[in-house]
């Protein structure tokens, strides 16, 4: 248990779409981080720090640790959000 960043299913662009499973979220471990949660290394050390100064990196790296450690419907669902976010980003 540490204190971080939420990411995966903790994350702004998946919680409120799955019901949790307990309560215990994942978290990129991050000294001002306001969670507590399991610790998951995020892909890059530099993640927890960058997120916070960018939203969409934010939502596509916790939909990419959905990915990452989810169940297959939360795969799934993680999948389709990062779909429809580059598609429409295509449409810009």
Not at 20 to 44: D, N, R, T
Not at 53 to 74: C, H, P, S, T
Request: hydrophobic content about 40%; glycine content about 6%.
């Amino acid at each position: 248990m540490t204190r971080g960043v939420p990411t995966a299913f903790a994350a702004p662009s998946l919680k409120s779409l799955l019901i949790s499973a307990g309560e215990y979220i994942y978290v990129w471990p991050f000294a001002k981080g306001k969670a507590q949660g399991q610790s998951l290394e995020p892909l890059f050390k530099s993640v927890p720090e960058a997120v916070q100064k960018d939203e969409r990196l934010y939502e596509y790296l916790a939909l990419v640790d959905a990915i990452r450690i989810g169940n297959q419907r939360e795969t799934g669902l993680a999948v389709e959000r990062i779909s429809e976010r580059l598609l429409k980003n295509e449409q810009r």
